[in-house]
């Protein structure tokens, strides 16, 4: 299995620009989390989903943030407006049944 | 909800040198816990985990940790580090307590630094 995938790797855009951020969870697993890292915050969990369904977007920012998960091998990221502080890497993560979690790469995000 | 706290932001070592990474855990409560680590540029990697049994757990990487209920401490060591293993390191526990992997709370991670 090629293991969570993640798209953009790296990603420059102005504030006030919309990013959208993209993962492909490992196939057959039925839970998939979005998580933001920085060195103030750490690593802080955003939302995540079970079988495509939203469970917890407590982690969720603000209204500017919002996630989707059209089916099972798809979920996005998206900001809009984007603004400097939103500048972190995001990952994300999935696992089968509540078991361990396996994370992608990353999406490095700089909002200038 | 449960918490965990990683004493050393920072620890540096040479290598060849034992090192031990220090995590506490709040929680009265049996628990799972986890070690994660990251490595430059990357996401993070799951290195052990405690789940029940035995107090003291192998992972990857010739990595093990001991779980002591009495200190509430899921220390991570291992007893002589390569270069390596210079990375991140994340201690973890689930949000909700008990034995749910779903949600997890990381600690601040610290970062160890090998020298030659």
């Known amino acids: 299995d090629a293991g969570v995938i993640q798209s953009p790797r790296h990603e420059v855009t102005e504030m006030g620009q919309e990013v959208t951020l993209r993962c492909k969870p490992i196939?057959?697993?039925?839970?998939l989390f979005w998580y933001r890292q920085t060195m103030m915050r750490g690593l802080e969990l955003l939302i995540y989903f079970n079988n495509n369904v939203p469970i917890d977007d407590s982690g969720m920012p603000e209204d500017r943030f919002s996630a989707k998960m059209p089916n099972a091998s798809f979920s996005t990221l998206k900001i809009q407006p984007s603004e400097p502080r939103d500048s972190a890497v995001y990952f994300c993560?999935?696992?089968?049944?509540?078991?361990?979690?396996?994370f992608g790469p990353g999406t490095r995000l700089t909002v200038l | 909800a449960q918490s965990v706290t990683q004493l050393d932001s920072q620890v540096p070592v040479f290598e060849e040198a034992p090192v031990e990474l220090r995590c506490n855990y709040s929680s009265s409560v049996s628990v799972y816990l986890f070690w994660y680590v990251q490595y430059p540029n990357q996401g993070l990697q799951l290195l052990l985990k405690y789940l029940s049994g035995s107090t003291l757990v192998k992972g990857i990487n010739g990595f093990e940790a001991e779980f002591n209920k009495s200190q509430t401490s899921f220390h991570l060591r291992k007893p002589s580090v390569h270069i390596s293993d210079t990375a991140e390191y994340f201690c973890a526990v689930p949000v909700a307590g008990g034995t749910s992997y779903g949600k997890l709370t990381f600690g601040q991670g610290t970062i160890l630094t090998v020298h030659p």
């Open positions: 993560a999935s696992t089968y049944s509540g078991n361990e979690q396996f």
């Open positions: 196939s057959g697993h039925d839970y």
